[in-house]
C-alpha cells in the first residue's frame, strides 16, 4: 500500500575539526540506520565539521573541508538509496549560512525524465540546501558571530556548487532556501535547532502546508532539568498540528565547556516513539521508528480547528472556545476547512524516491513509548562523568589528579570520577568497542580490559591531601576513607615546609612576619597567610600532575581537576590561582545545594559509606588556625550568606536579569516573612559588593562544565565587566530610599 515509512534519526559525539572522526560516525550511522530498513537518515546540527568551531568558522578551510568531507559521503556506497540529511557551513553570495544538506545516492536515476547528464548506476543528487532561519543568539551561544539567518520565508535561490561536488553530482545549481522535499508517498520539512524554540515555528506553516515529516536537527547542550523542556516541546508541535517530528541532537564534550546530551527523539501526534539516551559513552547512536503515514493524516482530518482560515473575522477564535466548537456538528466544522487551505505553499523539491514500500501491509509498526527522565542527582552523576571521559580520551593523558581535601565539593568530584569509571566499565561489558580501545591507549597496555570500576578509578585517578598545620586530623581520615573506598591512588603530604619557605622568603626582603587574625594580625595580613597556602597547594598539584606517574615508572602526565562549585564562583569566594585553577573544573557549574544531594545520591547508588561523614561536616576551607585542635572557620560564615541564599542571588542576577535595586524589591516580597526591609536591602547590597570586588577571578576561571543557567563564567556565557564601582553608589541609594519608603508605608 505505500503508507508506512521508517526514518532515522541519531546523536553522535563529534568533535570540532575532527574530520576524519566525524566522517566515520556519520557513515556509521547512516550504515545502522540502513540495515533497520530506515530511507530517510537525520544527523546533528553541524556534524560535519563539529558545532564548536567557534572562530574557526571564519576560515576558509573549515568550509573547505566540510564539502571535501561532503564529496566523501557522495562516493561512499554507504550513502546509497537512503535520504542523508547533514548539516554543514555554507557560503552563498559570500555570506556563511548553517545549513543542512539533504542528497540522495540512489541506485537509479532520481531526476527522471528531465536528467541531461548521462547517469552512472548509482546517480547522485543534492536535494536542497537549507540554510537556518532562527539563529542561537544567547547565552552560551553565539551563532550571529559566524552566520546569517536565512530571512526569505518560503523562498529558493540557485546556489552553484563547488567544483568537486559538480564532478560527482553533474550539477550545477541546486535549490538554496526554505523549501520542502515532495517524494512519491509524503513530504518532509527540515528545522534546525532553534526554529523548534522560537514563537512561530517554521513546523506550524510547513504542518498545515501539508508537509508530514518535520526534521530537526539540533546542537543542544546539557543544562540541570532542561530535558523536559526539550521533549514537551517536539511533542507539542506534533500534538496541535499532527504529524511525524524527527530530533536530532550531538552527544558529548566537542572541545568546550558544554556537554551536548543527545536526547534524540522520534515523536507523531503527540507521543513519543522512540527516545535516545541522554548520557553514554556510545559514540554513535541512531533512533529508527516504522510509522503509518495514515494515522498522521486521520489525525490531522479531526482536528476541525487547524482548518480555521485566520482571514476571515467572523472565525475568530480562541483556545477554549474549540470543544463547543466541535460540538457544535457537522454544519460548523464544514466551515472551518480553510485554514489549511489557503496556507501559503512552500516551494517543493520533487524526489523521485519513496520512504515506503509497495507492499508493507503487514509490515509492524512502532509503539508509542513513555519518555523516562533522570532525577537531577543522576543527571549529576552522568553529564559530567562523560564530559570528563570525553576529555581524557582526546587530550591523550593518562589520567586525573584531584587535590582530595575532605569537602564536600572535592568529593563529589571524586565520585563523578568514579562514576565515569562505572560507566566506562559497563560499556566495556556492553561490547562497546570504542571504548575499550580509548582505555587500553590510555593506559598503554594493549591487553588490557577494565572490569572493576575500583581498579580502574586506581589506573586513572590520584587524590592527594595536602595538610597544613591548619588542618584538622577529621578532614585527612575523611579523605583516606573516601580513597579507598573508590580506589584511588591516594598521597597524603603537608604544605607547611614550602609555606614557611615563602613566608621566609617575605620576611628576609621586608623584615615583616605577618600574623592571623587569631594571633593579633590585621586582615589583611590574615587574608595573605590564608592565599599563600591555597596558591602553594595549586603549585604542588600541578608538580605532582606532571611527575607522580614518572615516580612510579607509568608513562603520561595528569590533569588537574578543580573543585569550585558555581556558588562560590558567583561569589568570589576563592583564592586566584589556587586549587581552583585547574586544567578543568566537571562541578563549576553545580550549586552547592545541588552538589549535597548528588553526594547524598552517590552514598547509597555507590555504596560509599565515608560520604556520610563529609556531609555532615560544615564546609570549611581550614585555612586559619585551629582553636583547641578544632576548625574555627566555616565557609558560610567568611561569605557573610549561605549557600542557599548565594543561589537565589544567582538565579535573579543572571537567570532573571536583575541589578540590585530590582533584586531588592524582588527579595522584599520572596523574603518578606524572614527579614525585615532593612536585613533585606543589607544583604543584597552586601552580595552585589563581594560580587563586583571578586568578578576579576571570573576571567581566569577553570573551564567547567556548564549546568547551571546562572553561571558566572566570564569566557562566553557570562559577558561582564570585571572592574566596577563597587560602592554602586547610584543603585544602593535607590535601594535606601525604596526601603525607607516601604517601611514608612508599611508602619
Known amino acids: 500500500m505505500g503508507r508506512k515509512v521508517t526514518v532515522a534519526t541519531c546523536a553522535l559525539n563529534q568533535w570540532a575539526l575532527d574530520f576524519d572522526g566525524n566522517l566515520q560516525r556519520i557513515l556509521k550511522s547512516i550504515e545502522i540506520a540502513k540495515n533497520r530498513g530506515a530511507r530517510y537518515r537525520l544527523g546533528p546540527e553541524l556534524e560535519i565539521c563539529g558545532y564548536g568551531c567557534w572562530d574557526h568558522y571564519y576560515e576558509s578551510d573549515t568550509l573547505w573541508h566540510s564539502f ?8 561512499s556506497p554507504v550513502t546509497q538509496d537512503i535520504i542523508c540529511d547533514v548539516g554543514m557551513p555554507v557560503m552563498h553570495r559570500n555570506i556563511r549560512y548553517n545549513c543542512r544538506v539533504i542528497f540522495l545516492n540512489s541506485s537509479t536515476c532520481v531526476s527522471g525524465a528531465l536528467c541531461a547528464w548521462p547517469c552512472s548506476p548509482a546517480c547522485r543528487k543534492i536535494l536542497l540546501i537549507r540554510p537556518k532561519m532562527a539563529l542561537a543568539n544567547e ?16 523562498h529558493t535561490e540557485e546556489y552553484f556548487l563547488p567544483r568537486m561536488i559538480r564532478d560527482l553530482t553533474k550539477q550545477e545549481t541546486v535549490p538554496f532556501g526554505d523549501a520542502v522535499l515532495a517524494t512519491w508517498d509524503t513530504c518532509i520539512g527540515s528545522e534546525i535547532c532553534e526554529e523548534l524554540w522560537t514563537p512561530h515555528s517554521p513546523h506550524i506553516d510547513m504542518g498545515l502546508d501539508g508537509v508530514e515529516i518535520i526534521t530537526n536537527a539540533s546542537s543542544s547542550h546539557h543544562v540541570l532539568r532542561k530535558a523536559n523542556t526539550r521533549v514537551d516541546l517536539v511533542t507539542m508541535a ?42 553514554s559513552l556510545d559514540d554513535v547512536e541512531v533512533l529508527t521508528a516504522t510509522l503509518d503515514l495514515e494515522d498522521v493524516r486521520s489525525y490531522r482530518a479531526e482536528i476541525s480547528s487547524r482548518n ?17 466548537f466541535r460540538e457544535a456538528g457537522s454544519h460548523f466544522v464544514l466551515n472551518l476547512h480553510h485554514q489549511a487551505s489557503k496556507a501559503s505553499p512552500y516551494p517543493r523539491v520533487k524526489v ?25 542527582e543522576e543527571e549529576i552523576s552522568l553529564g559530567p562523568a562523560c564530559w570528563l571521559w570525553d576529555f581524557l580520551r582526546r587530550s591523550q593523558q593518562a589520567g586525573f589528579l584531584l587535590p582530595l581535601s575532605g569537602g564536600v565539593d572535592s568529593a563529589a568530584t571524586a565520585c ?37 570500576p575500583r581498579e580502574l578509578c ?20 575523611r579523605a583516606r576513607e573516601l580513597a579507598q573506598q573508590i580506589g584511588s591512588h591516594h598521597i597524603s603530604l603537608s604544605i607547611d615546609p614550602a609555606v614557611k619557605a615563602v613566608m621566609g622568603i617575605f620576611s628576609l626582603v621586608t623584615g615583616k612576619s605577618p600574623l592571623f587574625a587569631a594571633h593579633g594580625g590585621s586582615s589583611r595580613e590574615n587574608l595573605a597567610l590564608q592565599n599563600v597556602q591555597a596558591r ?31 556558588d562560590e564562583s558567583l561569589l568570589g569566594y576563592l583564592t586566584k590561582y589556587d586549587c581552583s585553577s585547574a586544567d578543568i573544573n566537571p562541578i563549576g557549574g553545580i550549586s552547592k545545594t545541588d552538589l549535597r544531594a548528588f553526594v547524598h545520591f552517590c552514598t547509597e547508588r555507590f555504596q560509599l559509606p565515608a560520604l556520610q561523614s563529609i556531609l555532615s561536616a560544615p564546609p570549611t576551607a581550614e585555612l586559619e588556625p585551629l582553636a583547641d585542635g578544632q576548625v574555627s572557620q566555616t565557609d558560610e560564615e567568611d561569605m557573610g550568606m549561605t549557600y542557599a541564599e548565594l543561589s537565589v542571588y544567582g538565579k535573579l542576577r543572571k537567570v532573571a536579569k536583575m541589578g540590585p535595586y530590582s533584586m531588592f524589591c524582588k527579595l522584599l516580597g520572596m523574603w518578606r516573612h524572614i527579614w525585615t526591609p532593612r536585613q533585606v536591602a543589607d544583604k543584597v547590597k552586601q552580595f552585589f559588593s563581594k560580587y563586583s570586588m571578586n568578578r576579576h577571578k571570573m576571567t581566569t576561571l577553570t573551564p567547567a562544565y556548564h549546568a547551571e543557567n546562572y553561571s558566572p563564567d566570564d569566557n562566553r556565557f557570562d559577558l561582564r565587566p570585571f572592574l566596577y564601582n563597587t560602592g554602586w553608589p547610584w543603585q544602593f541609594r535607590c535601594i535606601e530610599n525604596q526601603e525607607i519608603t516601604f517601611t514608612r508605608f508599611h508602619r
Open 68 to 75: 571535501q568531507v561532503l564529496a566523501a559521503l557522495l562516493e
Open 139 to 154: 547565552a552560551n551561544y553565539h551563532e550571529l558571530r559566524w552566520f546569517t539567518p536565512w530571512s526569505r520565508s518560503r
Open 238 to 279: 506534533t500534538t496541535k498540528n499532527g504529524g511525524i517530528y524527527l530530533l536530532a541532537n550531538q552527544k558529548g564534550c566537542d572541545g568546550d565547556r558544554l556537554y551536548y546530551d543527545g536526547c534524540a527523539m522520534i515523536a507523531m501526534n503527540g507521543s513519543i516513539f522512540a527516545q535516545g539516551s541522554q548520557f
Open 308 to 324: 480555521l482560515a485566520p482571514m476571515e473575522p467572523c472565525l475568530s477564535v480562541g483556545p477554549g472556545d474549540l470543544e463547543g
Open 352 to 376: 523521485d524516491f519513496a520512504l515506503s514500500c509497495h507492499e508493507d501491509l503487514l509490515a509492524p509498526v512502532s509503539e508509542p513509548i513513555e519518555w523516562k527522565y533522570h532525577s537531577a
Open 416 to 452: 563523578l570520577v568514579y562514576s565515569m569509571c562505572c560507566q566506562v566499565c559497563a560499556a566495556v561489558r556492553s561490547g562497546n568497542q570504542e571504548v575499550l580501545a580509548d582505555v587500553r591507549t590510555i593506559m598503554n597496555q594493549s591487553s588490557y580490559t577494565p572490569q572493576d
Open 458 to 477: 586506581g589506573r586513572v585517578l590520584t587524590t592527594c591531601y595536602m595538610a597544613s598545620e591548619n588542618s584538622s586530623q577529621e578532614t585527612c581520615s
Open 536 to 566: 602553594i597547594r595549586m603549585v604542588l598539584a600541578y608538580l605532582f600532575a606532571q611527575l607522580s606517574l614518572w615516580s612510579r615508572g607509568i608513562r603520561g602526565g595528569l590533569l588537574v581537576l578543580g573543585s569550585a562549585n558555581v
